[in-house]
């Protein structure tokens, strides 16, 4: 009698222990925008994606887009729903560990609410299935990104917030992940994705291009550009090397540069962080720009030598350690510009400091030239303004003749190697500086990113 009481006891234990703590949660939505300054709504809350598997089938003809995304997360919170990211599509259907999701669509948010809230800690995954004509998204400074259609396939850039355009994904930079990527084309065009190419098949009349990149990405860094391209498969020191450029580019000689730019950049700031490097040009004259997508970096235009090497050294500051908000955006362009000028006086050319002294010789009644401060852009209007380029890029060569090249240079490489695959803040910057400088270098760093107008004392 004493045994079966103290099993009935037991028993009452585990439903306490179970259904009752499981009842007694409190689950509740995610949040549906991340709040970044500049676009709020991108990105959710409640959850952290792992990887991203994305099984595409293109149609230039048509410009139809049909996908499975398979999304795997982390709950951060007891979820009763979560949203992520998607712009237009028609979805079928909406699987949560494999049961059938209810969802809604509430402008960019792709609402799902599970069978059974998701415990805090789990991992979860979602399968969403959809269709339609990719959107091209205009940005608030009149550029277009997203999947931008080309004549003879897409040209597919994300930043800041092109991503939803072709795939569903919580769009934060701070939510990095792993992809795998199949996407089927007709036969003789070639896909163009992140990290390492696997394999290409062709059946009936479609070829399947299968791609992964293995290091965590932000989710405005990914691609899967399409086109008629010359594919070159080579490595630089053991890293695979993809490089793929539309036909009508006959003068290619500047992409020879690649190898030798990647070792410079690695001399300087570390070993290269990815498993992959490479190029991709593409005729793509609507779309105006370059853009550093993870591993290969993708130009609307045969690209000059600056812009080459701008776009590579991303890979480090941008790519790699990549801002935990979009008004620090300086962070990537400051970095990339003041590369270009680095790579310049290695080759013999003009030195970092001519460049900036010709800069710094522009009159302060330029206003047009010295504001906004790099640090502080003000409204996503001026994002991708030239100061945030120019006088991001002032403002580290200025940092480098205040502190000296022994300082200057261990800031760079540790900025990158102990930020590998992080995101970043301007004041985690400026405490590393100061650190590694032994510098109190407040009143530096207000007057260059953050004072309106030429700097004159710092």
């Not at 917030?161 to 795998?180: E, F, I, L, M």
């Amino acid at each position: 009698m004493r045994k079966h009481l103290l099993g009935a006891a037991f028993v009452v234990c585990v439903l306490l222990l179970s259904g009752g703590v499981a009842a007694a949660r409190d689950f509740s939505p995610g949040a549906a925008g991340s709040g970044d300054p500049f676009f709020p709504l991108a990105g959710n809350g409640g959850y952290d994606v792992g990887n991203y598997g994305l099984t595409l089938a293109y149609a230039p003809s048509s410009n139809r887009l049909t996908g499975e995304a398979v999304v795997t997360a982390t709950a951060t919170q007891d979820l009763s729903r979560f949203d992520l990211d998607l712009r237009g599509f028609a979805v079928a259907r909406v699987l949560v560990d494999g049961q059938a999701a209810t969802f809604a669509r509430d402008g960019q948010e792709l609402v799902i609410t599970p069978p059974a809230g998701l415990v805090s800690g789990s991992q979860f995954t979602v399968t969403v299935d959809y269709a339609g004509k990719p959107s091209v998204v205009t940005d608030p400074d009149r550029s277009i990104e997203g999947w931008v259609p080309t004549k003879d396939g897409a040209f597919v850039v994300g930043e800041p917030q092109g991503s939803p355009a072709w795939y569903p994904v919580n769009d934060s930079p701070r939510d990095k992940a792993t992809y795998d990527f199949a996407v089927s084309v007709p036969r003789g065009l070639t896909v163009m994705a992140n990290g390492v190419l696997l394999s290409h098949a062709t059946a009936a009349g479609k070829t399947t291009w299968r791609w992964r990149e293995s290091d965590p990405m932000a989710s405005f860094l990914a691609t899967a550009t399409i086109g008629r391209f010359d594919l070159t498969q080579h490595s630089v020191d053991g890293i695979p090397a993809y490089v793929a450029v539309d036909p009508q580019f006959t003068k290619r000689q500047v992409l020879s540069k690649l190898p030798a730019a990647i070792r410079f950049y690695a001399s300087i700031y570390g070993p290269y962080p990815f498993t992959a490097v490479g190029a991709i040009v593409d005729k793509a004259p609507g779309v105006g720009y370059s853009l550093e997508t993870q591993t290969k970096p993708v130009f609307a235009y045969m690209p000059d030598e600056a812009t080459l090497v701008h776009e590579l050294a991303h890979q480090w500051y941008g790519d790699s350690v990549t801002l935990a908000q979009w008004p620090d955006i300086w962070l990537h362009e400051g970095f990339a510009t003041w590369s270009e000028w680095i790579w310049s006086e290695h080759e013999g050319k003009a030195s970092a400091h001519q460049i900036f002294t010709r800069l710094y010789d522009t009159p302060a009644g330029n206003t047009a030239f010295w504001n906004p401060p790099p640090g502080d852009p003000g409204t996503p209007v001026h994002l991708f303004d030239g100061t945030i380029y120019e006088r991001g890029g002032m403002t580290l060569q200025a940092l480098r003749e205040k502190v000296g090249d022994p300082a200057f240079f261990k800031i760079m490489r540790d900025w990158a190697q102990q930020n590998r695959f992080g995101t970043v803040t301007t004041p985690e910057l400026i405490a590393l500086a100061e650190r590694d400088s032994g510098m109190d270098l407040g009143a530096f760093f207000q007057v260059w990113l953050y004072q309106p107008g030429k700097p004159t004392t710092w």
